[in-house]
């Protein structure tokens, strides 16, 4: 049974830090490409950052020097670590796995305001 478990969401100040996780089971995950995508309401489903396999990680021009994206393939755990946020990085934060199938978690709710 596959599954993915997020955690880390949160309401957080401007300015402040999150840490996301994504936990997986039932996959080989070191075989996984993984990433982050978040989706702001009436808007459309983003990547975030995503990360290879071998670990080389790659992210949005929104988030890039703010955001980073690693694994944990002992943990079978990825990660995001989110600073210097700001409210337009309010969304719903999904977790995405990829090899010859296509996974997503449940969804965390990141909600950056004052």
């Known amino acids: 049974q596959v599954q993915f478990v997020e955690s880390g969401g949160g309401l957080v100040q401007p300015g402040g830090s999150l840490r996301l996780s994504c936990a997986a089971s039932?996959?080989?995950?070191?075989?996984?490409?993984m990433g982050w995508y978040r989706q702001a309401p009436g808007k459309q489903r983003e990547l975030v950052a995503s990360?290879?396999?071998?670990?080389?990680?790659s992210y949005a021009d929104s988030v890039k020097g703010r955001f980073t994206i690693s694994r944990d393939s002992a943990k079978n755990t990825m990660y995001l670590q989110m600073n210097s946020l700001r409210p337009e990085d309010t969304a719903v934060y999904y977790c995405?796995?990829?090899?010859?199938?296509?996974?997503w978690g449940q969804g965390t709710q990141v909600t950056v305001s004052s």
């Open positions: 995405h796995a990829q090899e010859l199938e296509r996974y």
């Open positions: 990360i290879s396999s071998g670990g080389s990680p």
């Open positions: 039932g996959i080989i995950f070191s075989r996984y490409h």
